[in-house]
């Protein structure tokens, strides 16, 4: 099982861009599926982005496509997610997740390794 650690979390104002980065250590990276997810306080956690094993297949939800991009290094053992044209309702603690796994999945309950967290604040 790998761990997670996030970083590259702030505050911005709108319209600006965040890249968070994902370390994950541990053995067989490259057999996991990777996604990024967010929390607003008091809210369900949501998926904002996956990708598959290899990085050839890639997927957002809705609200962020065009915007958000997510991209893996199998060689470094990260995941990243470009934020650009960030809004105030971006605003929410981020997650990583690792879904064992070749495809990408979208679900919350495939994902068994979390990272702790990174703030995301947009407001002007």
């Known amino acids: 099982q790998v761990q997670l650690v996030e970083s590259g979390g702030g505050m911005v104002q709108p319209g600006d861009s965040l890249r968070l980065s994902c370390a994950a250590s541990?053995?067989?990276?490259?057999?996991?599926?990777m996604g990024w997810f967010r929390q607003v306080r008091g809210k369900e956690r949501t998926f904002v982005a996956g990708?598959?094993?290899?990085?050839?297949?890639?997927n957002t939800v809705d609200s962020v496509r065009g915007r958000f991009f997510i991209s893996r290094d199998n060689n470094k053992n990260t995941v990243d997610l470009q934020m650009n044209s960030l809004k105030p309702e971006d605003t929410a603690v981020y997650f990583c997740?690792?879904?064992?796994?070749?495809?990408?999945?979208?679900?919350?309950?495939?994902?068994?390794?979390w990272g702790q967290g990174t703030q995301v604040t947009v407001s002007s």
């Open positions: 997740a690792a879904a064992p796994g070749l495809l990408l999945t979208t679900e919350l309950n495939r994902y068994i390794s």
């Open positions: 541990g053995r067989d990276f490259n057999t996991y599926a």
């Open positions: 990708i598959n094993w290899n990085g050839g297949s890639t």
